[in-house]
């Protein structure tokens, strides 16, 4: 479809013409695939991003000014991107950080221009060179907005031996939470504390910083090398 093939029909779908609006869609809809894309890793299936981006598409549709002379998909794709973005913030479990949000997608748009340029999926450390920060930065913000596993998940196959997340971390073998004490006990106090602040307070990671006097972003890189730690000595 030419330039003015697609002013035509946007003329007449803000006229209230069904037909040409739908034929709008069908003709923009390669264009919300490849958008949609981007956000495959955010916890929604590919086409709820579809669905999601296409009311993006219909307000573009509707909203697009004939008067000024743009193309309709440079006006179209930051409608797709916004909607898409406004959904899974809305439908997050859990509340991020505006600045970790930012970070995350300024990351994922790192990630996107690195991969073109490289030939190949570019590493933490070079995406965080990229955006002039540090890695743990990075991994921070990336996990702040990864999807949240539900505990009713299956891990492994779905067969008769397939066990859900909730009945591994429900185990209540003496021998775990012995071996589990024993790490603990070889923690730093402060370390130590973080710990128990974190998983057993069940406080947030901001709320753990205000306690201990330091940064939200400290507390993270200490989270995640006690993490580490922890997993070593087990």
Same mark, same amino acid.
Do not use: W
């Given at each position: 479809? /030419? *330039?003015?093939? +697609?002013?035509?029909?946007? !003329?007449?779908?803000?006229? &209230?013409?069904?037909?040409? *609006? &739908?034929?709008?869609?069908?003709?923009?809809?390669?264009?919300?695939?490849?958008?949609?894309?981007?956000?495959?890793?955010?916890?929604?299936?590919?086409? /709820?991003?579809?669905?999601?981006?296409?009311? &993006?598409?219909? =307000?573009?549709?509707?909203?697009?000014?004939?008067?000024?002379? @743009?193309?309709?998909? #440079?006006? %179209?794709?930051?409608? @797709?991107?916004?909607?898409?973005?406004?959904?899974?913030?809305?439908?997050?479990?859990?509340?991020?950080?505006?600045?970790?949000?930012?970070?995350?997608? !300024?990351?994922?748009?790192? =990630?996107?221009?690195?991969?073109?340029?490289?030939?190949?999926?570019? #590493?933490? !450390?070079?995406?965080?060179?990229?955006?002039?920060?540090?890695?743990?930065?990075?991994?921070? %913000?990336?996990?702040? @907005?990864?999807?949240?596993?539900?505990?009713?998940? #299956?891990?492994?196959? $779905? /067969?008769?031996?397939? *066990? !859900?997340?909730?009945?591994?971390?429900? +185990? +209540?073998?003496?021998?775990?939470?012995?071996?589990? =004490?024993?790490?603990?006990?070889?923690?730093?106090?402060? $370390?130590?504390?973080?710990?128990?602040?974190?998983?057993?307070?069940? =406080? #947030?990671?901001?709320?753990?910083?205000?306690?201990?006097? +330091?940064?939200?972003?400290?507390?993270?890189?200490?989270?995640?090398?006690?993490?580490?730690?922890?997993?070593?000595?087990?």
């Amino acid at each position: 479809m /030419d *330039r003015e093939q +697609t002013r035509r029909l946007i !003329a007449q779908s803000q006229q &209230g013409d069904l037909a040409a *609006r &739908g034929q709008l869609v069908e003709e923009n809809l390669p264009l919300v695939h490849s958008i949609a894309r981007r956000f495959l890793d955010r916890g929604l299936e590919f086409d /709820d991003l579809v669905q999601i981006g296409c009311v &993006g598409l219909l =307000k573009a549709i509707q909203d697009f000014d004939l008067a000024y002379d @743009v193309q309709f998909s #440079t006006f %179209a794709v930051p409608k @797709v991107m916004g909607e898409i973005r406004q959904h899974l913030r809305r439908s997050a479990p859990v509340r991020i950080a505006r600045s970790l949000r930012e970070l995350a997608s !300024a990351a994922l748009r790192a =990630k996107d221009i690195l991969a073109q340029s490289l030939g190949r999926n570019p #590493t933490i !450390a070079e995406i965080a060179a990229q955006l002039n920060t540090s890695p743990e930065e990075v991994v921070c %913000a990336l996990e702040a @907005v990864a999807p949240v596993v539900s505990l009713q998940s #299956t891990l492994g196959s $779905e /067969d008769e031996d397939a *066990r !859900a997340l909730e009945e591994v971390l429900a +185990t +209540t073998d003496s021998q775990e939470h012995f071996l589990l =004490k024993q790490a603990l006990e070889q923690l730093e106090p402060e $370390e130590r504390r973080l710990i128990l602040l974190r998983y057993f307070a069940e =406080k #947030t990671q901001s709320q753990v910083a205000e306690e201990l006097g +330091t940064s939200q972003a400290q507390i993270s890189r200490m989270e995640a090398r006690i993490i580490r730690q922890l997993r070593y000595h087990l």
